[in-house]
């Protein structure tokens, strides 16, 4: 016995598998994208500790992330 089909707005059948397939791929990158965005955070608050202790010449302007890595 095969999946039932649902037809699409185009007109070709897709089956409930295309559609787990879907959606495993969407939850993957889901997954992805939260890890990438927990490691630019996690990257970001250590840049702003090593701001703390790099001299700078002025308080009212924040260093780069480039800046911060040079002066370090």
Do not use: Y
């Given at each position: 016995m095969?999946?039932?089909?649902?037809?699409?707005?185009?007109?070709s059948?897709i089956?409930?598998?295309?559609?787990?397939?879907?959606?495993?791929?969407?939850?993957?990158?889901?997954?992805?994208n939260?890890?990438?965005?927990?490691?630019?955070?996690g990257?970001?608050?250590?840049?702003?500790?090593?701001?703390?202790?790099?001299?700078?010449?002025?308080?009212?302007?924040?260093?780069?992330?480039?800046?911060?890595?040079?002066?370090?």
């Open positions: 095969t999946a039932p089909s649902i037809v699409a707005s185009n007109e059948t089956t409930s598998t295309t559609f787990d397939a879907i959606n495993k791929s969407r939850m993957r990158r889901q997954k992805a939260t890890r990438e965005r927990n490691r630019m955070h990257l970001n608050r250590a840049l702003d500790k090593l701001r703390q202790r790099v001299p700078i010449t002025t308080q009212h302007q924040k260093l780069s992330k480039i800046e911060t890595l040079r002066l370090a």
